[in-house]
């Protein structure tokens, strides 16, 4: 086995040096005895499987003894004839191996020959080498020897002659870089930082030539520090771009800052100066206030944080701090947008150089700088408003604003909804620190400005005469001083003094409107429209000369013509009136609208405008602040709320019309007045002292129910029971929900899109149920107005068991026709105090026919006896109620008159016909029909009831 590794080394083609010859040699003479091996004869699958029988740890290459390795295999008791069946085992492995060797070694041999000759070369190569280079040894002393003492001396001299030369040179040079130093400061005092910083470059590069003399350090010391002198000068220069930008200097300080090659330092010291910049100002501004309402020379304010500074302003000072402040803050982003320009506008001009250009390396660099500025001036945009966010958000929390006056809050709210508008044309921020702050400023004022306005409008409700408060008939809500935003909202945001004359389709964003001069937070006096509202009319007329006209023409006309009827035809389809007054018109309205020449003229109240005002200064809150838009809407629907519910509360609360069973309020006019009820109005008359907390909080937010005052009467007959405050108060209801439907638009436009279902729930549930109201307060009026009573007493005085049929109808006909007639005149009474619009007088007139007929039908089931002859009589007198009554009305067609008749002709239906009708029409009349039944029964044959 140790035979083994000596025969590795060949295999391995290890080069022979020194003692391995000799190793190799002593192989080489056993090269015959390998021969031999190889030449007995073997069976070469067998001596494999010897070879592959052999243990693993003999073709290991670590070391170890492989008699200590065999002796610990031993058995503890021995056996002889074992022993040596295993030792010939290990003969035979070896004997394999030595003859596998042996194979290798004669099979390796021609290729180790070949490489004995390469050394062998390879040796007589290195001997010619040594004899040429003792051959050049001799000839470099033989050339050493040649050169004389004069040429070299000639050689000496001329070098000497040059740096003579040099030095002269040099000297010169030293004598102009002591002069240097009064140009630099020169240059300095001129601002030209490009010129001194490429002459102080220009006298290093030259003093770093000149170093190894002994002037020259000092001078290059000195220089040094100029330079970091003008450095410092630079980032002096760079800091007043913040607050005011000139493109020449900012040129010249870009310039110099190239030429150090600190560009990309200077665009990091140009943010630092910004941030810097922001706080000083605001700073300033506020400590400036405060120190000026404290009225003396105290410096302890100086030493206070800017938070705490800020809660030292006082309201007065608070709207004018906050201008200045923003004023202060839009010079220092303006500054930074035009910085930006430079920029841009200087990277174009680059970029275009460049590519003319043949300097690959220097266009890279370049490249880079310019890539590292923009991407650090686009990241600085939001970094620099975030910083006037914060900035401005501690001065808004500075203060409590909830006892501004209303023009003072909204003045706040527009000067921050102008900054927010600057901060999105900056960089695109929705400026969310903002929002938020001025939210819960807004919120908070809000909710004490909405429930002091919710007292005033019980007040205003509670001392409301209901009488007509004369507009123009062209009146608008857009009129009114607290909706004029809508208008100028339309238009580009800006004051009416800073619009461009020239209208361009294009938006013109802040900054390219001021970029020149001026600032978009400049207080200016004269922002209040200085136009005074006219919206108020004379008596409700245009002219006194159109009063006087109109009046004549109605009270010329005492009998209407047959043919008025005819004329009237086109008035049922509820178009708008025109705006002219013809005589015609005037007569055909007589018995329709009730309303003179006052058509167009919306009804409406004070407290109405009152109501109309509030929701235009709440939307202006919401226009200004969309964030608090829900809040908002949420308020104004609160008003409208209540106005509704004290116009039902005063005028149509009546418990015996639900029993009337004629569905006069709908179940969502129901379910409305309950929510309300429920979430608007406190009934509760004291506070209960044992009431929890969150019940006093819920009830801080409800109102009491409103009373009417006691200068409104309703019991009188001759004003028809108050039928003109109820038009007053009910038409003004209907009005202020038309104006909320105009502004839906508008609403839903701010609204957040997951609170609209909250908007869309409003109008559909609330003000489209004001128009409802219409019934039950009218139905009151109808009620009282005609003498229901006396005429069933004089109906139940006819005999109706006659036995021919009679040719003239019964007086109960007249009286009822005359209480129409008397109606019908205190209606003209009514009319000429407020106008009665076409829906009014329709309700009135259908009220007041349907409780007739209903009452006719009431008289005929009070029958005891009836003949054929008698229902004869029943048609005589009913036909001739409607001929009389269609001269009175226009209405078509006259409510319940196919009831009457049919209840007149049900006496003339069969047995099957009859249980067909009762059963249709037991809903609407159940009492007539149980008598109606009993007086069919008793007129039937006694055989055919058994």
Same mark, same amino acid.
């Given at each position: 086995?140790?035979?083994?590794s000596?025969?590795?080394?060949?295999?391995?083609?290890? +080069?022979?040096r020194g003692?391995?010859?000799?190793k190799?040699?002593?192989?080489?003479?056993?090269?015959?005895?390998f021969?031999?091996?190889?030449?007995?004869?073997?069976?070469?699958?067998?001596e494999q499987?010897?070879?592959?029988?052999?243990?693993?740890?003999?073709?290991?290459?670590?070391?170890?003894?492989?008699?200590? +390795?065999?002796?610990?295999?031993?058995?503890?008791?021995?056996n002889?004839?074992?022993?040596e069946?295993?030792r010939?085992?290990?003969k035979?492995?070896q004997?394999?191996?030595s003859?596998?060797?042996?194979?290798?070694?004669?099979?390796?041999?021609?290729?180790?020959?070949?490489?004995?000759?390469?050394?062998?070369?390879?040796?007589?190569?290195?001997?010619?080498?040594?004899?040429?280079?003792?051959?050049?040894?001799?000839?470099?002393?033989?050339?050493?020897?040649?050169?004389?003492?004069?040429?070299?001396?000639?050689?000496?001299?001329?070098?000497?002659?040059?740096?003579?030369i040099?030095?002269?040179?040099?000297?010169?040079?030293?004598?102009t870089?002591?002069?240097?130093?009064?140009?630099?400061?020169?240059?300095?005092?001129?601002e030209?930082y490009?010129?001194?910083?490429?002459?102080?470059l220009?006298?290093?590069?030259?003093?770093?030539?000149?170093?190894?003399?002994?002037?020259?350090s000092?001078?290059?010391?000195?220089?040094?520090?100029?330079?970091?002198q003008?450095?410092?000068?630079?980032?002096v220069?760079?800091s007043?771009?913040?607050?005011?930008?000139?493109?020449?200097?900012?040129?010249?300080?870009?310039?110099?800052?190239?030429?150090?090659?600190?560009?990309?330092?200077a665009?990091?010291q140009l943010?630092?100066?910004?941030?810097?910049?922001?706080?000083?100002?605001?700073?300033?501004?506020?400590?400036?206030?405060?120190?000026?309402?404290?009225?003396?020379?105290?410096?302890?304010?100086q030493?206070?944080?800017?938070?705490?500074?800020?809660?030292?302003?006082?309201p007065?000072?608070?709207?004018?701090c906050?201008?200045?402040?923003?004023?202060a803050l839009?010079?220092?982003?303006?500054?930074?947008?035009?910085t930006?320009?430079?920029h841009?506008?200087?990277?174009?001009?680059?970029?275009?150089?460049?590519?003319?250009?043949?300097?690959?390396m220097?266009?890279?660099?370049?490249?880079?700088?310019?890539? +590292?500025?923009?991407?650090?001036?686009?990241?600085?945009?939001?970094?620099?408003?975030?910083?006037?966010?914060?900035?401005?958000?501690?001065?808004?929390?500075?203060?409590?604003l909830?006892?501004?006056?209303?023009d003072?809050?909204?003045f706040?709210?527009?000067?921050?909804?102008?900054?927010?508008?600057?901060?999105?044309?900056?960089?695109?921020?929705?400026?969310?620190?903002?929002?938020?702050?001025?939210?819960?400023?807004?919120?908070n004022y809000?909710?004490?400005y909405?429930?002091?306005?919710?007292?005033?409008?019980?007040?205003?409700?509670?001392?409301?005469?209901?009488?007509l408060?004369?507009?123009?008939?062209?009146?608008?809500?857009?009129?009114?001083?607290?909706?004029?935003?809508m208008?100028?909202?339309r238009?580009?945001?800006?004051?009416?003094?800073?619009?461009?004359?020239s209208?361009?389709s294009?938006?013109?964003?802040?900054?390219?409107?001021?970029?020149s001069?001026?600032?978009?937070?400049e207080?200016?006096?004269?922002?209040?429209?200085?136009?005074?509202?006219?919206?108020?009319?004379?008596n409700?007329?245009?002219?006194?000369?159109?009063?006087?006209?109109?009046?004549?023409?109605?009270?010329?006309?005492?009998?209407?013509?047959?043919?008025?009827k005819?004329?009237?035809?086109?008035?049922q389809?509820?178009?708008?009136?025109?705006?002219?007054?013809?005589?015609?018109?005037?007569?055909?309205?007589?018995?329709s609208?009730?309303?003179?020449?006052?058509?167009?003229?919306?009804?409406?109240?004070?407290?109405?405008?009152?109501?109309?005002?509030?929701?235009g200064? +709440?939307m202006q809150?919401?226009?200004?602040?969309?964030?608090?838009?829900?809040? =908002?809407?949420?308020?104004?629907s609160?008003?409208?709320?209540?106005?509704?519910?004290a116009?039902?509360?005063?005028?149509?609360?009546?418990?015996?019309?639900?029993?009337?069973?004629?569905?006069?309020?709908?179940?969502?006019?129901?379910?409305?007045?309950?929510?309300?009820q429920?979430?608007?109005?406190?009934?509760e008359?004291?506070a209960d002292?044992?009431?929890?907390?969150?019940?006093?909080?819920e009830?801080?937010?409800?109102?009491?129910?409103?009373?009417?005052?006691?200068?409104v009467?309703?019991?009188?007959?001759?004003?028809?029971?108050?039928?003109?405050?109820?038009?007053?108060?009910?038409e003004?209801?209907v009005?202020?929900?038309?104006?909320?439907?105009?502004?839906?638009?508008?609403?839903?436009?701010?609204m957040?899109?997951?609170k609209?279902?909250?908007?869309?729930?409003?109008?559909?549930?609330?003000?489209?149920?004001?128009?409802?109201?219409r019934?039950?307060?009218?139905?009151?009026?109808a009620?009282?107005?005609?003498?229901y009573?006396?005429?069933?007493?004089?109906?139940?005085?006819?005999k109706?068991?006659?036995?021919?049929?009679m040719s003239?109808?019964?007086?109960?006909?007249?009286?009822l026709?005359?209480?129409?007639?008397?109606?019908?005149?205190?209606?003209?009474? =009514?009319?000429?105090?407020?106008?009665?619009?076409l829906?009014?007088s329709?309700?009135?007139?259908?009220?007041?026919?349907?409780?007739?007929?209903?009452?006719?039908?009431?008289?005929?089931?009070?029958?005891?006896?009836?003949?054929?002859?008698?229902?004869?009589?029943?048609?005589?007198?009913?036909?001739?109620?409607?001929?009389?009554?269609?001269?009175?009305?226009?209405?078509?067609?006259?409510?319940d008159?196919?009831?009457?008749?049919?209840?007149?002709?049900?006496?003339?239906?069969?047995?099957?016909?009859?249980?067909r009708?009762?059963?249709?029409?037991?809903?609407?009349?159940?009492k007539?029909?149980i008598?109606?039944?009993?007086?069919?029964?008793?007129?039937?044959?006694?055989?055919?009831?058994?």
């Open positions: 086995m140790v035979v083994l000596d025969l590795l080394i060949l295999c391995g083609r290890v +080069y022979p003692s391995d010859m000799q190799i040699k002593s192989l080489m003479t056993r090269q015959e005895e021969r031999e091996l190889r030449e007995q004869p073997s069976d070469p699958q067998a499987e010897l070879i592959n029988s052999i243990e693993q740890v003999y073709f290991s290459t670590d070391s170890f003894d492989i008699v200590r +390795y065999e002796l610990e295999k031993l058995p503890p008791v021995l002889l004839q074992e022993l069946e295993y010939d085992k290990l035979q492995q004997a394999a191996v003859k596998k060797v042996a194979d290798l070694i004669l099979e390796k041999q021609p290729a180790y020959v070949k490489e004995l000759e390469r050394v062998t070369s390879l040796q007589t190569g290195l001997q010619l080498a040594a004899v040429i280079c003792t051959n050049g040894r001799r000839h470099l002393n033989i050339a050493k020897e040649g050169f004389t003492q004069a040429s070299l001396g000639l050689l000496a001299n001329q070098r000497k002659r040059q740096l003579l040099g030095l002269l040179k040099s000297l010169r040079t030293i004598k870089l002591q002069r240097t130093d009064v140009r630099l400061s020169e240059m300095l005092e001129e030209d490009p010129g001194a910083i490429q002459l102080c220009e006298c290093q590069k030259a003093a770093s030539t000149f170093k190894h003399y002994s002037c020259i000092e001078l290059n010391s000195k220089l040094q520090d100029t330079l970091e003008i450095e410092e000068q630079l980032d220069a760079l007043k771009i913040c607050k005011n930008f000139d493109i020449n200097h900012y040129t010249k300080v870009q310039q110099a800052y190239r030429l150090l090659g600190k560009t990309q330092t665009m990091d943010h630092m100066h910004f941030t810097q910049a922001i706080h000083n100002t605001v700073f300033q501004v506020v400590l400036g206030y405060v120190e000026l309402c404290a009225g003396n020379t105290d410096t302890k304010f030493k206070l944080q800017y938070k705490d500074l800020c809660t030292h302003v006082t007065d000072s608070y709207i004018p906050l201008a200045d402040l923003c004023k839009w010079e220092v982003m303006l500054s930074y947008y035009r930006m320009e430079w841009e506008k200087h990277d174009n001009e680059d970029t275009t150089s460049a590519s003319e250009g043949s300097n690959m220097g266009t890279e660099e370049t490249n880079f700088d310019r890539g +590292y500025i923009k991407k650090k001036l686009e990241h600085g945009l939001t970094r620099i408003w975030q910083d006037v966010q914060l900035k401005v958000k501690t001065y808004l929390l500075g203060t409590d909830s006892i501004f006056k209303y003072d809050f909204i706040v709210l527009d000067i921050i909804s102008r900054l927010m508008q600057v901060g999105e044309e900056f960089c695109g921020s929705k400026s969310e620190v903002l929002q938020d702050s001025i939210r819960k400023q807004s919120v809000f909710k004490n909405h429930r002091t306005r919710l007292d005033e409008l019980r007040m205003f409700l509670e001392n409301e005469t209901w009488e408060c004369p507009v123009k008939s062209n009146f608008s809500i857009l009129q009114l001083h607290e909706f004029k935003f208008e100028q909202s238009s580009p945001s800006v004051s009416p003094s800073k619009q461009p004359s209208t361009s294009k938006t013109v964003t802040l900054f390219e409107q001021y970029c001069g001026g600032n978009p937070f207080i200016q006096a004269n922002h209040k429209d200085e136009e005074t509202e006219d919206v108020l009319a004379s409700g007329y245009e002219s006194d000369e159109q009063e006087k006209s109109a009046y004549q023409e109605y009270d010329s006309d005492s009998d209407v013509p047959e043919e008025l005819r004329d009237y035809v086109d008035e389809t509820g178009d708008a009136p025109v705006k002219s007054v013809s005589r015609e018109t005037l007569k055909s309205r007589k018995k609208d009730y309303s003179l020449n006052k058509v167009n003229a919306p009804i409406l109240t004070n407290t109405t405008l009152n109501v109309i005002r509030l929701v200064k +709440y809150m919401m226009n200004i602040l969309k964030p608090i838009a829900f809040d =908002v809407i949420h308020f104004m609160q008003l409208f709320d209540y106005y509704l519910y116009i039902y509360t005063f005028f149509g609360r009546n418990d015996s019309l639900e029993s009337t069973g004629l569905g006069l309020s709908s179940s969502r006019l129901r379910t409305t007045l309950n929510r309300i429920e979430s608007l109005i406190d009934m008359v004291s002292p044992t009431a929890t907390l969150t019940a006093a909080e009830r801080k937010e409800k109102v009491p129910s409103p009373h009417l005052s006691h200068l009467v309703l019991t009188s007959g001759d004003t028809l029971y108050g039928l003109a405050e109820r038009v007053v108060a009910t003004s209801l009005f202020l929900a038309e104006q909320f439907e105009f502004l839906q638009p508008h609403l839903d436009a701010v957040p899109a997951v609209k279902p909250f908007l869309q729930q409003f109008y559909s549930q609330t003000v489209s149920t004001a128009s409802e109201l019934k039950p307060i009218y139905w009151i009026v009620g009282k107005a005609i003498d009573e006396q005429m069933l007493l004089l109906m139940a005085n006819v109706w068991d006659v036995k021919e049929i003239q109808h019964n007086i109960y006909v007249d009286a026709l005359k209480e129409f007639e008397q109606f019908n005149m205190r209606l003209n009474e =009514v009319s000429k105090k407020v106008r009665i619009p829906p009014v329709n309700i009135l007139w259908e009220h007041c026919i349907r409780l007739a007929n209903r009452t006719i039908v009431e008289g005929y089931a009070n029958v005891k006896k009836c003949s054929n002859e008698g229902r004869a009589l029943m048609q005589l007198d009913f036909q001739q109620f409607l001929m009389k009554l269609e001269k009175l009305t226009d209405i078509r067609p006259i409510p008159k196919e009831f009457v008749e049919t209840y007149i002709k049900a006496y003339y239906l069969t047995e099957n016909d009859m249980e009708w009762i059963k249709e029409h037991r809903v609407r009349a159940e007539q029909l008598k109606f039944v009993f007086l069919f029964l008793c007129a039937l044959p006694v055989w055919y009831v058994i």
